[in-house]
């Protein structure tokens, strides 16, 4: 069964980083492409950032320059880079693998 375990959230002033983590176990092979989703409060979970197999990346348009998407197949850990964060990037993060779902992290941007 996979499993998706996030951690790396927390309370971060505005202009501050974070970097989130997502660890993937029971697939039984090498980890696919991976997606990062965020959902704040009152809005719909949307799409932040993708990577693929051959580490090919794409952001949503809010996030692109700020957030990187990261991998390390030998750890079937991704990662989410967050730079110069926001209040509006406050929100609960959740990685994402072939419909499974992790507990999500919630990041609080705030001073």
């Known amino acids: 069964q996979v499993q998706l375990v996030e951690s790396g959230g927390g309370l971060v002033q505005p202009g501050g980083s974070l970097r989130l983590s997502c660890v993937v176990s029971?697939?039984?092979?090498?980890?696919?492409?991976m997606a990062w989703y965020r959902q704040a409060p009152g809005k719909q979970r949307e799409l932040v950032a993708v990577?693929?197999?051959?580490?090919?990346?794409s952001f949503t348009n809010s996030v692109k320059g700020r957030f990187t998407i990261s991998r390390d197949n030998a750890k079937n850990t991704v990662y989410l880079q967050m730079n110069s964060l926001k209040p509006e990037d406050t929100a609960v993060y959740y990685c994402?693998?072939?419909?499974?779902w992790g507990q999500g992290t919630q990041v609080t941007v705030s001073s």
């Open positions: 994402h693998y072939r419909n499974n």
């Open positions: 029971g697939t039984g092979r090498s980890i696919l492409a």
């Open positions: 990577i693929t197999s051959a580490g090919n990346t």
